[in-house]
Each structure stands twice: as C-alpha cells, then as structure tokens.
Antibody, heavy 121, light 107 residues
C-alpha cells in the first residue's frame, strides 16, 4: 500500500530555515520521481521542485531556486525539502507527491497529507 | 517556460449539466497535460493524465481532450460531489506549472 507521510512544518521567522520530510512506503524512491507542490492561503497550486528517480535531475521553480533544495535518502525512503532564507511569501501548505513512474512527464498519483509552513515574525 | 491559462476561473452548474473547462498553453506541450480535482481540506486527486487517460476509480462522466497547445476537461452530467477546484498542469518540461484553477459550484 502506497503512502506518503509528511513532517516538519511549523512557524519560522523571515530569513530562517526549515526542512520538510516525506516518508514513502509501499514503493521504492529509485523507481519513481517525486515532487513538492505548495498552496499559499487563498491561492492555487504551485509546483516547487522535482527529483527524478535516479536523483540526477532536480529542477526547482524560479520562486525558490537558490533557497530551497530537494533531496532524498533512499535507505530511509524519505524525500526532503530544505528551505533556507524563508520569506513570508513562502507561507503555504506544502505537499509531497509521487509520480506515476520514472518518466519526467508522468502525472502524480499519490500525495502526502500536506504540512503548513508559516513564515512570520 | 510554459504558462497555462485556464478558463473560466469559476462557474456554477446544476446537477446533470455538462461542464467544460479549458486550459491553453503558451507553447506546444504535446499531450502532457494532467487534470486534478482539489476539494477543500483534502489532497488533490488526479482525474486525467496525458490529456486523455481517465485514472482508475474516476467516474466515467469525466473526460479529457487536447491539441498541441490546449486541453479540455469535460464533466458530462455534473454531480453534487463534483464541487471542487479543478487544475490543469503540464509535465512537458520543468517548471511544471499549473493553471490558475476553476472553482466549480453546484447549485
């Protein structure tokens, strides 16, 4: 049974850091791509970052490039989103999502429960 | 970067109506368009992948069509449980952007 369980959300001051985790079960991270997607309050869905099944290709959106970094630990079956130099505009519910396969064109078929990140002084 | 323009931004429909949502891309993205349903307080759910492919467990009243630069989600005979926000999203090349969303209200 495929499941994604997220942790790591919370309140952080502007300029601070936070690391989100997404623990996967029921499948191997070496066989599926994974993404982070966020939704700011009252706004639509926004793609944040992707890690390909081989972890070689890791694009990030322009809004977070240079501040956020996606990574994974295969042994722990966990995908991470390291968020540095946080800004109030980063306040959002963050979701991890599993791709349907190894292709970078695959859709997402499973989502984590979402965690709230609030950036505020 | 490819931008997706989704329309309408919202609509109100009666039970049994046919609902159509359109997504236009700023450049050719092949058929790499996916449609998601997002209900308040829930996680998004994929309805259609690669423009045409209905996902397992999704009611057959949902269908998709596409050209190189646009895609359409159709709900034939909308039901009360279809009240949600619908998003198109492409997976052609990063950044994998979303449309702005269409909020569907059932009268």
């Amino acid at each position: 049974q495929v499941e994604l369980v997220q942790s790591g959300g919370g309140v952080v001051q502007p300029g601070g850091s936070l690391r989100l985790s997404c623990e996967a079960s029921g499948f191997s991270l070496t066989s599926y791509g994974m993404d982070w997607v966020r939704q700011a309050p009252g706004k639509g869905l926004e793609w944040v970052a992707f890690i390909r099944h081989d972890a070689v290709y890791t694009p990030h959106s322009d809004a977070v490039k240079g501040r956020f970094a996606i990574s994974r630990d295969v042994a722990k079956s966990t995908v991470f989103l390291q968020m540095d130099n946080l800004d109030p505009d980063d306040t959002a519910v963050y979701y991890c999502a599993k791709r349907k396969g190894t292709s970078t064109t695959a859709a997402w078929d499973q989502w984590g429960q979402g965690v709230l990140v609030t950036v505020s002084s | 970067d490819t931008e997706l323009t989704q329309s309408p931004s919202s609509l109100s429909a009666s039970v049994g109506d046919r609902v159509t949502i359109t997504c236009r891309a700023s450049q050719s993205i092949g058929m790499y368009i996916n449609w998601y349903q997002h209900k308040f307080g829930k996680v998004p759910k994929v309805l259609i992948s690669t423009a045409l492919n209905l996902q397992s467990g999704v009611p057959s009243r949902f269908s998709g069509s596409a050209t190189e630069t646009s895609a359409t989600l159709t709900i034939n005979g909308v039901q009360p449980e279809d009240s949600a926000t619908y998003y198109c999203q492409h997976t052609f090349l990063a950044p994998y952007s979303f449309g702005q969303g269409t909020k569907v209200e059932i009268k």
